[in-house]
């Protein structure tokens, strides 16, 4: 049934992601993000994917990062706002890969990270911001005067897939999240091709009052559920 | 030997700048100490660019609530009247120019203004995070700071050796010996740690400072 989009296992889920790929990652920290289908992403054994993801220097109470797929040597780029931590002492997984020549790092400043896309997932090609003026962030960028201050050019930004996270879905895919899991979650699913999502709760199509939905149902294509017991 | 200012007393004199009624934002590290000495009768309000606007204090252990963090991700609680929301939400509360302060760790700031913070020079990678959108976006930006490196090298500068996080966005200045205003005649050395005159703090800084309206330091 088409509007049914759960789905058995994590590994079923992410079956059709293939080398190359372009993956947005839900998450800021451990909260939010899909720890269970980054195992099942691993677990395929790709190369040369394509990470776009709020952060990406591990080191958080959740081990479960995109570290994993790092380390694994799967990953060509990476689109992100935190590399590292401030202390030069803990090298990231993404700062050695870095520094082997392995893996690509493309920084934007996080505010910036979401409008990009944000942009992508509602169709615009591309805005003007004013941060990263006059900085490492501008090198190669349009600089504009907007209303009589400079501003730079920035791209949407779209992906193959995105994995997301949430506290509550129905079976059509419609989700709610709690607190500060919600973060780059409700744009990401809206930024892919294909969003996956990872629920720690599935409720029956209807259960979820209207007005509290965060994302509808329309930016969801598959659902998994993964009680937060099992996660 | 008289002492450089604690990390609390630095905290402590940021939290005087902070208005009853100001919607901040804390930067990670020594920044977040400042959520702790806000004065008496003053309820300000502290947002987390993660997505969370009244963050309160630490929970106890039984009290963990493993959805809600801060954007270092500590653990945190929410006080009445706080409200959670998405990236977008967020960055335009930061990037509209909604915040009343953000205060924010430093590894230099130029006699402009420009603040460094993102990334050692020696370092191939860095981290912006929300760094060089709070920097641009606040209504105010205080840099909070240490006044030298460990090595002795002045942090406050002619012009920032290290990349820039924004040109000419830092207000105020506090470190652990000063309290400088950025003003656009140059930076006005405004408060003296205790014990501590102009010139010795003048000797520890590259930018010039002027030094004819100095007061003692601030205290609650």
Redesign the interface.
């Not at chain 2, 959670?84 to 977008?88: A, K, N, P, Q, R």
């Given at each position: 049934m088409a509007h049914d989009k759960i789905e058995k296992s994590c590994e079923e889920a992410v079956a059709d992601i293939g080398d190359g790929a372009s993956v947005m990652v839900g998450g800021?920290?451990?909260?939010g993000t899909p720890s269970n289908l980054l195992l099942a992403l691993r677990a395929r054994g790709l190369k040369d994917l394509i990470i776009i993801r709020?952060d990406a220097?591990g080191g958080?109470?959740n081990p479960i990062d995109i570290d994993i797929l790092l380390e694994a040597g799967q990953v060509k780029k990476v689109v992100t706002?935190?590399?590292?931590?401030?202390s030069?002492k803990k090298i990231?997984a993404?700062?050695q890969a870095?520094?082997d020549g392995r893996t690509e790092?493309e920084?934007?400043?996080?505010?910036?990270l979401?409008?990009r896309i944000?942009a992508g997932g509602a169709g615009i090609g591309a805005f003007y911001?004013?941060?990263?003026?006059?900085?490492?962030?501008a090198e190669g960028k349009e600089v504009r005067d907007i209303g009589g201050r400079e501003m730079l050019l920035e791209h949407a930004l779209t992906a193959d897939f995105s994995l997301i996270k949430a506290?509550r879905s129905d079976r059509i895919g419609n989700l709610v999240?709690?607190?500060?899991?919600?973060?780059?979650?409700?744009?990401m699913a809206m930024a892919a091709k294909t969003t996956i999502c990872e629920a720690e709760n599935i409720v029956e199509t209807g259960e979820i009052d209207p007005d509290l939905v965060?994302t509808p149902s329309i930016f969801v294509h598959r659902v998994v559920h993964v009680p937060r017991s099992a996660s | 030997m008289k002492e450089p200012l604690s990390r609390e007393a630095m905290a402590t004199r940021v939290g005087i700048e902070l208005e009853d009624g100001f919607y901040v934002n804390l930067g990670?590290?020594m920044p977040m100490l400042v959520a702790e000495h806000i004065l008496p009768g003053r309820r300000v309000l502290f947002q987390?660019?993660?997505?969370?606007l009244g963050v309160g204090p630490y929970p106890s252990e039984d009290a963990i609530?493993?959805?809600?963090?801060?954007?270092g991700?500590q653990d945190i609680t929410l006080v009445p009247g706080a409200c959670?929301?998405?990236?977008?939400i967020?960055?335009g509360m930061?990037?509209g120019g909604h915040l009343d302060v953000t205060v924010l760790g430093a590894f230099q700031v130029s006699a402009k203004g420009d603040l460094a913070n993102w990334k050692?020079p020696?370092?191939?990678?860095?981290?912006?995070?929300?760094?060089?959108?709070l920097a641009?976006?606040a209504k105010r930006v205080i840099a909070l700071m240490q006044h030298v490196t460990r090595d002795g090298d002045p942090r406050v500068v002619t012009s920032c050796s290290y990349?820039?996080?924004?040109?000419q966005c830092v207000s105020m200045i506090v470190t652990d010996l000063a309290v400088i205003d950025v003003l656009p005649e140059g930076l006005l050395l405004r408060e003296v740690a205790p014990g501590w005159t102009a010139a010795e703090v003048q000797e520890r800084t590259e930018a010039p400072l002027i030094v004819d309206r100095v007061k003692e330091w601030k205290t609650i």
């Open positions: 800021f920290s451990g909260r709020n220097s958080w109470k706002c935190f590399a590292v931590f401030g030069p990231s993404l700062e870095v520094l790092l920084l934007v400043p996080q505010g910036t979401a409008e944000r911001t004013p941060v990263g003026v006059g900085t490492l962030a506290h999240y709690r607190r500060s899991t919600c973060n780059f979650n409700p744009h965060m | 990670i590290g987390a660019e993660n997505g969370v609530d493993p959805d809600l963090g801060n954007a991700d959670t929301f998405d990236s977008i967020s960055f930061i990037v050692l020696q370092r191939t990678v860095g981290s912006y995070g929300g760094a060089m959108d641009v976006g990349p820039l996080t924004a040109p």
